[in-house]
């Protein structure tokens, strides 16, 4: 296989939750490539220290969660600047707490951040690459995807469903020149994880827990990425890509 297949030269790439964490990486791994980088948050701040940090990026502030928000700010951006031919479904967050006293309020928005975003971003940016019948969609998944743990139930749902509806994005969208795949990161080493890394016990536990015996840096999913949103991935459709040192495969 030519390595030319992993040239992203000349195509835009809109990854959203990119201020920091696993999307501002996967934004520096994407423009190494060759990539054209369009960062996405609410925060308008955090997003230029993000851009200026990159150097040589567009923003795009918007709310994922936001239906018509998201429909204006991708279609005003595919009008004025151009297409977006990758588009990488990053933002999400976290809420721990035993599921018998889990907030109604926060259940809806863990469900908001992490799946109905997802949805929206996915159609807003599908609606344009089914005219041009080319494009990648990257979906951000989770070990929990496949497994669960106490104190996220409502993460772990929302995880798996995003697997689920890439399966579905897939289904439709492939015979349109669609790849739609996810990434299912095992732990790794960001600002969402801090209380886990800061945790001598369960630090402990995940290293013995994980065939690879630590947590992963967030560069190494970089090349999952790249694949993923390259010329190489052309026939891999609907697929998980699980990088997380072994974690779902042992017992």
Request: contains cysteine; proline residues 4%.
């Amino acid at each position: 296989m030519s390595i030319s297949f992993f040239d992203l030269t000349g195509r835009r790439a809109l990854i959203t939750g990119s201020s920091q964490g696993i999307g501002f990486s996967l934004a520096k791994g994407l423009q190494a490539a060759g990539a054209e980088v369009v960062l996405n948050g609410r925060d308008a701040s955090k997003l230029s220290a993000a851009a200026e940090e990159l150097g040589g990026v567009e923003t795009l502030v918007f709310d994922v969660t936001d239906h018509a928000a998201v429909r204006t700010a991708v279609d005003r951006f595919e009008e004025d600047t151009g297409p977006i031919d990758i588009l990488v479904n990053n933002a999400g967050m976290q809420h721990r707490a035993p599921l018998e006293d889990f907030p109604p309020e926060m259940f809806q928005k863990v469900l908001q951040t992490n799946l109905t975003s997802i949805f929206n971003v996915g159609q807003a940016v599908a609606r344009h690459m089914l005219g041009r019948r080319q494009g990648k969609i990257i979906n951000i998944a989770s070990v929990q995807t496949a497994l669960a743990r106490p104190n996220i139930s409502p993460y772990t749902a929302t995880k798996g469903a995003v697997g689920n509806l890439t399966k579905g994005m897939a289904t439709e969208w492939a015979r349109h020149g669609l790849q739609c795949n996810a990434i299912a990161p095992g732990y790794f080493d960001t600002p969402l994880n801090a209380a886990l890394v800061n945790d001598a016990e369960f630090s402990t536990w995940l290293e013995k827990r994980t065939p690879a015996g630590r947590w992963g840096q967030l560069d190494e999913l970089t090349g999952a990425c790249i694949f993923l949103a390259s010329g190489a991935s052309s026939f891999v459709n609907g697929h998980v890509l699980y990088v997380d040192g072994g974690i779902t495969v042992s017992l």
